[in-house]
C-alpha cells in the first residue's frame, strides 16, 4: 500500500494550483462575494475548464473527455474553489449522464457545446417535496402531438440560472415501487424554462436555483435511455461525486488549518507566541487530524471506483465523514483565532459558511449513513 503520489499526480495537483491562483481567483475576486457570479464570468471559467479537460473528466478521450481517473480528477478538483468545483460537479455530471444514456445521434447534437464550455448544464432531480428519495418526484412528462411536455418544479438546483441545458429527471407514470422516472434533456433556448436564483448560507458565488416547467414542450428525441432505469445512471455518478464533494470540504479545511497556523505564530498572549501553548497545539493537531482523515478517505473511495470495486458504501462513507470533520476543523480554526476569527477581515467566517452547504447535495449524511450501514450489514433501512 502506497500513499505516495506519483511524479505525473504531483505535477498535475500543482498545475491545478496554478491554474487556480492565476485565472480562477482573479475571476473571484473582481466580483461580489456574495452575489452568483455573472453569465459572461462563468463562460469564461467554463473556457479555463474546458481547456484544461474539466467538462467531461469520467469520459473517454474518443468521445471527447479527458479520459482522467477519478483519483487524478479529485486531486485536480481538491484545488478548486469550492463555488466553481460544486458548479463543475453539476456540469460535468451531467455530461456524463447524457453520454451513459444518450444514441450517438444526440451525443452530436448535445455535448459538442458542453464539452467546449459554451454552454453550461445541470441536471434538476430535486423537487420540494422530493430530496433523498429521487422515486418521488412529482415533475410530470407526457408525450402530446409528438412532443413531450414537462410540468412541475425543481428545488436546490447547482447551475440552475446560468444553466443553457438541464437533465430533468421526471415521472412518466407509475408502478408498484412508485414512478417511472424518465430523464429529459432540455435545451432553453428552444424549449425555456423559469429559473429564480435561492439565496444561500455560502457558496453565494455559484448558482442555486428553483426551476419552473408550465408546459414546457421538448422535442421527443430529447428523451434519454430508456425509462425506467433513472436511478441507476443517478446511483453510478452520485458514487464519484461524494468524494468530490467531501475534497471540496478539505480544500475549505486546509485553508482554515494553514490561516490558524499562521496566526498561532504571530499572536501572543502572556509573553509568547499562542502556538506554544497546549491547548493552541491541540487544536492545531485535531484540525489537521480532521483535514488528513477526510482526504485520505475521499481518494480511497475514489481509488475504488477506478480499480472497479463496489463503491456505494465508500462513497457515502467518505463524503459523510469529511463534511463532519472538516465544519469542525474550520470551527476549531475560528477558535484559534479567537475575536480575530469572528471577523469578516479574517476570512474564516465564510469558509464556515461554505463548508456548511456541503453535507446537503448529492445525499445528505443521513442517508449517507444508512447507505454505509446497508453495505455494512447487508440489511436496507431505506426501503423494504
Known sequence: MDFTLSEE????QDSARSMVAKELQPILARNDPDR???KKEMLAVY?????????????PMEDGGSGMKMLDYGLVFEQLPPPLAISLLSHECTVARIHADSDPTQRERFLPDLLAGRKICCTGTTEPDTGSDPRGVRTRVVEEDGALVINGRKMWITNGTASDMMVATCSAGEEKRGAVMRRVVVDRAASPYEAIEIRSLGLRQGHLSEILFENCRVPRENALGEGGDAARILTLTWNGNRPLVGLAAVHLAQKALDAAIEYAGVRRQFGRAIGQHQLIQERLVDIAADVM??????YQALDIIDRGGRANGSSAMAKRYATNACERAVSLAIHVHGAMGISCEAGLEQLYRDVRMLPIPDGTNEILTLIAGRELTGLDAIRN
Not at 9 to 12: D, G, T, V
Not at 47 to 59: D, N, S, V, Y
Open 47 to 59: 473556457a479555463i475548464f474546458a481547456r484544461e479537460g474539466l467538462t467531461a473528466p469520467r469520459l
Open 9 to 12: 499526480q504531483r505535477i498535475l
Open 36 to 38: 452568483p457570479l455573472p
Open 293 to 298: 482523515a477526510s482526504r485520505l478517505l475521499c
